[in-house]
């Protein structure tokens, strides 16, 4: 049950990640991502990360997304005009790449043989009662912190796209 | 007991003065700084009453300044018998001298016309600084006020800073202290490493324990800061020429309190002198030595305050006999008593050069006995208190330190008593020089000062009478420091006592039973005072050795060579360099945004793999 | 497990029937209540009252010819009203209706599941909402459709805020994010509803959260984003048949788990408003027996000729509903589920009260009232709320 | 077999990290190249999941939370610079932003 879940969500998050890549229009690719990150919201269940799920859904799904889109339809973005060109990229991207993720694989081979499994309810630490009391205790500076730099966000933002600056 | 009141109510009127003093009218900064100052003495004077009688020290902690390793030091007061005494005396005599000098700053207003207010936010600061120097519990709170003191002296000196001789004379004395402040850090360095702290208790505790070379070490470092602080040879060049600020100035702060912190610290310092003979000995002849040479100077200055200032460094002088010789206590009550009659002759000379409208001259002066009789009753008894006449004050502290000294070493007793004869010689001097005889100024109607100025000089004519016999420091401070047993010797009295009266004859032969005598003697040894004139040329000897190499080597070794060539050359060698190099990296800056990811993910690869290579796979 | 993916089932049909059936007879309520507050019959002639007409609505919206026009972006036009309404379903599979339920040897809740963060799991689908609006907008190539699909995410990102400060006024009061739990700790009267609990009755926190949920239901006064007269039907202009009504009943379906969420969280759920002991079970009772009275004495003065007929058998059929009310084995589930349908429709009809009454807000006023009303009012009752809650 | 090895979730989010890094690489509209480091971000967050359920503790979500609220203010400020970009330059193609070049 647990393995056919994964597999079907990760399946799904890979191939939207793919279109993310892919796909020449933004919106497309807002679209897959939102779908990526719905599928890993439920990865996420899955690894008993409830609140997070939640939060991945109304904070990215919910509100970052939506400005993305937003901001896509504001500037009518059409579809990419292939002009300009990288030789570094061209030549690099995708040896880079490739070593890359062989590196990676190399590592998570190395370091998580298969005998550490993951099933639904094999951790529970992830209720919205547990990520409060961690973060207004342990972590109470760092939320501080992310508040001010939230409220920066804010400012800056609106700084920024003021109609003065026409 | 609420210490911190005492120095923060001075700081208090410094800024306000300082920070609003410009639009006040004079009546409300007086408020404001007198009002500060006095209040301080009074919070003062009921925080000892109720420490009495105070037989051990009383330290408030107030917070942790530094806290580096092992390394802490806590912002500290403490008040001992000693800090007493010394409150006493800076919260006294500073009211005194800050209600003085409502009078002689009246009509005073300095370069930009700001001087009223000016004048007394400095002096406000000052006291905050002196009181912090005086109720320390570390050496280093101790060093704050130290330092404070000296930049308040540096800014009271240069007043009238658009006069070239005031800014001189500041830069002097601060570049003089710098010199002693230097030998105090290194001491504070190496006490800190020898004993692992700075606080008074700690390291007094650990001191009889120590090496005698680590503290006869401390203990000359600590003396090259008191030397610069308390102007005694070879750093006392400052002192004369810091008369260059206003009178009050020199009385509160170059004659009563900021020049006796050296001997304060020296006193404050007892447990390591004990234990370090050399470095104590050393104290007693550098104040043998200076008190002697300051008074031969003396001797023949013209300019009343220069009297008065070659004086304040001869009677620092015998403070540091008085500790030198292991009689702190006696060195503390000539300290009080100096301070009693230090600042009286200077106020009174103040007096007199408001009487006759700036005149410093006393060549200029004469005869001002019936003018200003008030002026001239209160500087004879400054004058008797100094000559050591009994029963005054100064016979009191001078007499403790003498017979001290002989017991110690005798010569220092008699180059003393013969600087005594000096003393009395050259105080009296002056006065005949001022008051007796004929008025030798030009016209300018002279006048008695205001009674806002008679009523200090009075109060310190009463202390300079009767203060030495009033306030037993000695027998005060008994508990605190070791006890000297001195035998009373009548002879040696007899001898001192003789010696002052015998200057005060001499001075008064040759200025007013047969003026003329001294010019032909003065002829007659017309090298020797050529020399004695000249100050021994000890300004012009400093200059020659060490000031013009200083800046010569400075201007060609240091300024062209070093850093327009070297520095410079590097400066410009690197930029050059950079540009090279940056004409060849910048082919990477390419501005596009993909080409630098590429490099970001070309950088992380390489960092994976380094960090394989170095540390192995992991488990 | 077996039985349970069966019990699953059934309850999930049973759901899914029940609230089809409410979304298509909430139009007709809802053209009846603003047809009754203008003063004038409304649907009338299909079926007795126009009871049929939502039938006949329906197959008119499946028989329409499905236009698909040729300018728009197809994968996102075709998705969008299939985004729209499975969001606005979704959120109600956590929404428990009431206590407990046996059926035969079967004992299982009035819920499709319970998720223990199920208030943010609604706030999370609904905030996925957004999506179904805003891509028909963009998809549809239509200045209007984009305007009002620009209108509506901005509208719905802003009203979210005090939203979510709203709902967490209730939740710091009951501590506990399941919607189940959230019922349980307001039973025993109205006084423990949390809209009226100590230490701080949440009405602000109340009126809040229905101002914030007109908005995000796009409803008057907030309907900019279909702002017809300015926009001619806003985002979905060029929608038609099937694909229209589905954000037709996403509309609705969100109106009723935005009211189904009030109910839960400030007015204590499927609680009655006063203990049984008290008579709260003999309220329904009354009600329909008076309902059934008063529509057969209507049938017996009989305005017209048909409601001869239909006013004596709605009278019948609400006086038997009475009875069963009565019956006491029954009452244990249907009392719950009566109060819980009560108190949702009372909001329901709030919804289409202001409909009737009030008019539409200029674009500009509506962003100023959430940004600077608002949100510092949530924001200020969420902080009173936290510090009373802590210090008692 | 009802258990995932922990090591498919890791190398999910590694796979999902080079696309992002991918998308960032060959992308050349700006909103575009910005969803891929929104890509990037969220295939960290499931390491950040992973390893808390790896090591039984809460932390890895607290982080994965900061990552959140961090990319919503990088959205909002990246946004408003990129709205402000095209006002300026009146295009998305990454390769003709380049006038911090020479």
């Known amino acids: 049950m647990d393995v056919i879940l994964f597999l079907i969500f990760a399946i799904i ?111 529970t630490g992830g209720t919205a009662q547990a990520i409060g009391r961690a973060l207004f205790t342990t972590y109470l500076l760092p939320f501080e912190i992310t508040s001010i730099l939230i409220l920066i966000a804010i400012v800056g933002a609106i700084v920024l796209a003021r109609k003065e600056l026409d | 007991m609420q210490l911190w009141l005492i120095p923060i109510l001075p700081l208090a009127g410094f800024l306000i003065n300082g920070l609003f003093g410009r639009r006040f009218s004079k009546a409300v900064v007086n408020v404001f700084a007198i009002g500060s100052v006095v209040l301080a003495f009074a919070w003062a004077l009921k925080t000892l009453v109720a420490l009495a009688p105070l037989n051990t020290p009383y330290t408030e902690h107030y917070f942790t300044w530094i806290q580096s390793g092992t390394f802490t030091l806590n912002w500290d007061f403490s008040v001992d018998r000693l800090t007493a005494v010394m409150l006493m005396i800076v919260t006294g005599i500073g009211s005194l001298i800050h209600i003085y000098s409502i009078g002689y700053m009246a009509h005073e207003h300095g370069p930009n016309h700001g001087g009223y207010y000016r004048f007394f936010a400095y002096l406000n600061l000052f006291m905050f600084f002196m009181l912090t120097l005086v109720l320390g519990a570390n050496y280093l709170v ?67 324990g120590a090496p005698e070379a680590v503290l006869t070490t401390i203990g000359l470092l600590l003396l090259v800061g008191a030397c ?90 015998y403070m540091f006999v008085g500790v030198g010789v292991g009689a702190f206590s006696a060195g503390v009550y000539h300290l009080m008593t100096h301070a009693f ?57 001078k007499d403790a330190i003498l017979l001290a000294a002989n017991q110690s070493a005798p010569w220092i007793y008699w180059v003393g008593t013969i600087t005594a004869g000096l003393t009395a010689f050259y105080v009296f001097r002056a006065i005949f020089m001022t008051f007796f005889g004929t008025y030798r100024g030009e016209a300018h109607h002279p006048h008695e000062s205001p009674p806002v100025m008679l009523v200090p000089l009075v109060i310190l004519a009463l202390l300079s009478l009767v203060g030495g016999y009033l306030f037993k420091i000695p027998e005060f401070l008994a508990p605190l420091f070791p006890a000297l047993e001195v035998h009373e010797n009548f002879t040696l009295m007899a001898i001192s006592t003789a010696a002052g009266l015998l200057g005060i004859l001499v001075a008064y032969i040759l200025y007013v039973a047969s003026p003329g005598t001294a010019d032909s003697i003065a002829g007659s040894f017309k090298g020797l005072y050529t020399l004695v004139y000249n100050k021994y040329f000890v300004d012009e000897v ?45 082919r990477m800056q390419s501005g596009n945004i993909r080409s630098y990811a590429t490099w970001v993910l070309l950088g992380s690869v390489l960092l994976i793999v380094f960090s394989v290579m170095l540390w192995g796979p992991l488990q | 497990m077996d039985s349970f993916i069966v019990i699953s089932l059934i309850k999930v049909l049973v759901v899914f029937a029940v609230l089809m059936t409410t979304l298509a007879y909430l139009q007709w309520v809802e053209r009846k209540v603003i047809a009754h507050i203008q003063v004038r019959p409304g649907p009338y002639r299909v079926g007795p009252h126009g009871l049929l007409q939502p039938l006949a609505d329906v197959i008119k919206l499946i028989t329409k010819e499905d236009l698909l026009p040729s300018y728009v972006n197809k994968p996102l036009y075709l998705m969008a009203p299939f985004i729209s309404v499975s969001m606005a379903l979704l959120s109600i599979s956590v929404i428990p209706f009431g206590p407990t339920i046996q059926v035969g040897p079967y004992r299982t809740w009035m819920q499709l ?158 609680n009655a408003p006063w203990p049984a002991e008290y008579g709260s079970s003999l309220v329904p009772v009354f009600l329909f027996a008076i309902a059934g009275v008063i529509a057969l004495y209507h049938g017996m003065n009989a305005a017209r000729k048909r409601d001869k007929y239909t006013f004596p058998a709605f009278g019948v059929i609400f006086l038997i509903i009475a009875g069963v009310f009565l019956l006491p084995f029954v009452q244990s589930w249907l009392m719950p589920l009566f109060w819980f349908c009560a108190k949702t429709g009372t909001i329901l009809f709030a919804f289409m009260w202001i409909r009737g009454t009030l008019p539409r807000f200029r674009y500009d006023q509506l962003m100023g009232f959430t940004w600077k009303f608002l949100f510092p009012v949530a924001m200020l009752n969420l902080l009173v709320t936290g510090f009373l809650v802590a210090w008692f | 077999m009802s258990a ?99």
């Open chain 3, 113 to 270: 599941t319970d998720l223990n963060i199920g208030v943010i799991f609604i706030l999370a689908v609904s905030s996925l909402g957004v999506y179904g609006i805003a891509l028909a907008g963009w998809a549809s190539n239509n200045k209007y459709a984009l305007l009002g699909g620009l209108r509506s995410s901005a509208q719905m990102i802003s009203y979210e805020l005090p939203l979510s400060l709203a709902v967490a006024g209730p939740l710091l009061l009951s501590n506990t994010l399941s919607l189940r739990e959230l019922v349980g700790t307001q039973a025993g009267g109205f006084w423990h509803w949390n809209v009226l609990r100590g230490p701080f009755p949440q009405i602000f926190s109340f009126l809040i959260f229905l101002i914030a949920a007109f908005a995000e239901t796009n409803r008057v006064p907030f309907d900019l984003p279909e702002a017809e007269n300015e926009l001619v039907a806003g985002f979905h202009t060029e929608y038609s048949s099937m694909k229209f009504a589905s954000f037709f009943m996403a509309e609705y379906a969100n109106m009723i788990t935005v009211s189904c969420m009030a109910t839960l969280l400030f007015l204590g759920g499927w």
């Open chain 2, 142 to 208: 101790l060093f704050v006020g130290w330092e404070g003191v000296g930049l308040c002296s540096y800014l009271l000196i240069g007043f009238y800073f658009d006069k070239k001789f005031a800014t001189n004379a500041g830069n002097k004395a601060f570049i003089v202290n710098r010199i002693g402040d230097f030998g105090f850090s290194l001491a504070m360095f190496y006490m800190f490493r020898s004993f692992g702290s700075l606080d008074f208790g700690t390291v007094f505790k650990q001191a009889p």
């Open chain 2, 542 to 586: 400093y200059d020659a050795a060490i000031v013009k190499p200083v800046v010569n080597g400075s201007r060609t070794v240091l300024w062209r060579g070093a850093d327009a060539g070297l520095i410079d050359g590097l400066v410009n060698g690197a930029g050059t360099a950079a540009r090279g190099v940056g004409s060849v990296l910048r």
């Open chain 2, 341 to 397: 009659f230090k600042a009286l002759l200077f106020l009174g000379s103040g007096s007199v050069i408001h009487a006759l409208g700036g005149e410093q001259d006393m060549r200029r002066m004469g005869g001002l006995r019936e003018k200003i009789p008030w002026t001239f009753w209160t500087m004879m008894c400054a004058g008797v208190a100094i000559a050591g006449v009994p029963p005054f004050a100064g016979f009191y502290s």
């Open chain 1, 13 to 123: 998050a890979v191939v939207c990640a793919i279109n993310v890549v892919v796909q020449t229009h933004p919106i497309s690719s807002a679209i897959s991502l939102v779908g990526v990150m719905g599928s890993l919201a439920v990865l996420y269940l899955l690894l008993g990360a409830e609140f997070i799920a939640a939060a991945q859904v109304i904070v990215y799904a919910g509100a970052v997304m939506v400005l993305f889109v937003f901001v896509i339809m504001l500037l009518n973005a059409g579809a990419e005009v292939r002009k300009g060109r990288s030789l570094m990229v061209q030549l690099l991207g995708v040896p880079l790449l490739i070593v890359f993720l062989g590196l990676t694989a190399y590592f998570v081979r190395r370091l998580f043989p298969g005998d550490v499994t993951v099933h639904f309810g094999g951790f």
């Open chain 4, 4 to 102: 995932i090895p922990i090591s498919w979730f890791l190398a999910l989010s590694a796979v999902l990290f080079a696309l992002g890094v991918a998308g960032f690489l060959f992308r050349r509209n700006i909103v575009t190249v910005f969803m891929s480091i929104e890509l990037m971000l969220n295939a960290v967050n499931l390491s950040f999941i992973t390893f808390s359920y790896y090591f039984k503790k809460v932390d890895g979500h607290l982080f994965a939370f900061f990552v959140m609220v961090v990319a919503a203010a990088e959205a909002a400020v990246g946004l408003a610079i990129i709205l402000t970009v095209f006002k300026n330059r009146a295009t998305l193609n990454i390769d003709e932003v380049d006038s911090m070049k020479n």
């Open chain 2, 228 to 317: 610069g602080k308390s102007a005694q040879i070879p750093l006392y060049v400052w002192l004369p020429d810091a008369m260059a600020g206003p009178t009050p100035v020199s009385a509160l702060i170059h004659a009563a309190t900021m020049v006796t912190a050296g001997v304060y610290m020296c006193a404050r310092s007892w447990p390591i002198y004990t234990h370090a003979p050399v470095a104590l000995h050393a104290i007693a002849v550098i104040g043998v030595v200076t008190a002697f040479f300051a008074a031969t100077i003396g001797m023949l200055q013209n300019d009343i305050k220069k009297v008065f200032a070659y004086s304040t460094v001869s009677q620092l002088g």
